[in-house]
């Protein structure tokens, strides 16, 4: 964690508006498969947990953000409204219908696309939250959660080894974040087979990636650099011996004199939702930046420019955050608690 860094005032604000999102159930961008006039329902009909914040993985994410900031500031002005408001949607009945959309055990094959990779990524990103918060209500919130988190679980194990190219997208399909995050849940939860299940299917699709076109980035309406989130992901899976030697295969444009390096994506329309995307970006670039640049040695010179893009992408994406911006502001808060508080590092 990056304790130094936290402003409290800022992160309250960002539990305030991610409380609203999840008590906002419309606008809503449902995506749901219609067999018929009985299939139509309403979002809160259809998932009581996760019906708010506009669609289903920003309420899981927005979620997230809660847990992290209760763990972080659990005498925050926001802590007694999010502790009421968690203990209430978190509860079995609720989990159980979406348990129930995925099909019995998760195995309706019409929704075996569903949220994949992104939203159960999140998911497992929300569990491990509660998994390292070793407090009764913590952990009675996971455990109204575990049969989802098995769901999420099994739909990575059934899908990675099927899985023959990476998806190298700038949207929620992207394989390599998602992968970064499941990682991080089998690691935090000590799940050996799904860590070395994730490790096999990265070190296969990017070890002998070399060269990447980071100069193609960014395509219009990225919210993840397909090239960072890469490099983001192998630091996880190689040694400190390793990964620096693999970095400069992959990326041998960062400056070895800790120049200035990268300009933040520029967003012109924060009320788009797809061009709000961009904001975004420029804080997921943040934190693949940093996490990229503890993975080398304290004297490698590429880390004083890694680190810099790091600074100038987060102040842009940071600045973009605003209430009035629904478009932005029912998921960018939960990247920058991401950011600020240093999730993705080790």
């Not at 019906?51 to 500031?73: E, I």
């Not at 002998?208 to 630091?235: H, I, K, N, T």
């Amino acid at each position: 964690m990056k304790d130094s860094t936290l402003d409290p005032v800022f992160l309250e604000r960002m539990a305030r508006i991610a409380l609203a999102n999840l008590d906002r159930e419309y606008p809503n961008h449902l995506q749901h498969l219609l067999d018929g006039d009985a299939d139509a329902a309403a979002p809160r009909e259809l998932h009581p947990v996760f019906c708010g914040a506009y669609d289903w993985h920003s309420a899981v994410h927005n979620y997230w953000l809660l847990v992290r900031l209760l763990r972080l500031m659990p005498e925050g002005a926001f802590a007694q409204a999010a502790r009421y408001f968690i203990a209430l949607r978190l509860n079995a009945a609720d989990v159980a219908q979406e348990c129930r959309y995925f099909g019995d055990s998760g195995s309706d094959p019409r929704r075996a696309s569903w949220e994949r990779p992104y939203g159960l990524a999140w998911l497992l990103q929300l569990t491990a939250e509660l998994y390292e918060w070793n407090t009764p209500e913590a952990q009675r919130w996971r455990t109204a959660l575990s049969p989802l988190e098995a769901i999420a679980r099994d739909r990575f194990r059934i899908w990675l080894p099927k899985l023959f190219y990476p998806i190298r997208s700038g949207e929620h399909s992207q394989s390599a974040f998602a992968l970064g995050l499941v990682h991080d849940w089998a690691r935090i939860t000590g799940d050996a087979p799904m860590q070395e299940l994730v490790r096999g299917k990265g070190v296969e699709f990017h070890l002998f990636d070399v060269d990447g076109p980071l100069a193609y980035e960014p395509s219009g309406q990225d919210f993840l650099s397909p090239v960072l989130a890469e490099a983001d992901l192998m630091r996880r899976l190689q040694s400190e011996a390793e990964y620096p030697r693999w970095l400069t295969k992959f990326l041998p444009q960062i400056p070895a004199d800790g120049g200035r390096w990268l300009e933040p994506a520029v967003s012109r329309d924060p009320s788009d939702g797809k061009l709000a995307h961009l904001d975004g970006l420029n804080l997921s670039r943040a934190w693949m930046l940093q996490g990229i640049a503890a993975a080398l040695p304290a004297s490698d010179a590429r880390r004083a420019s890694l680190e810099g893009a790091a600074r100038e992408h987060a102040e842009s994406g940071l600045a973009a955050i605003r209430e009035e911006n629904y478009a932005g502001s029912h998921w960018l808060p939960s990247f920058a608690v991401y950011h600020l508080t240093g999730r993705g590092l080790a």
